[in-house]
């Protein structure tokens, strides 16, 4: 049931949020053309986007770790 209801909904309703902006601007381009503003959300984009690879980069390395003979805990993160 709560892969129906979160895997099978919530996530469709995730996608249409990330890509309604950008549906959005492709709609309107000939009324209002990109600025500065867009240019920094796009950058902001890739920079999550970029944050969100190396953390998972790092949860791939503590959980393989964690499994492995050699216990211990990953000590660099995103942040330090």
Do not use: H
Not at 5 to 22: D, E, H, K, W, Y
């Amino acid at each position: 049931m709560f892969a129906l209801v979160f895997i099978a909904f919530v996530q469709n309703v995730l996608l249409m949020a990330i890509t309604a902006p950008g549906y959005v601007a492709w709609q309107r381009r000939a009324q209002a053309p990109l600025n500065w503003l867009d240019a920094v959300a796009a950058l902001a984009v890739a920079g999550f986007i970029l944050m969100e690879g190396i953390a998972d980069q790092q949860q791939w390395e503590f959980q393989v770790r964690k499994l492995s003979t050699e216990w211990g805990f990953v000590g660099t993160a995103l942040g330090c």
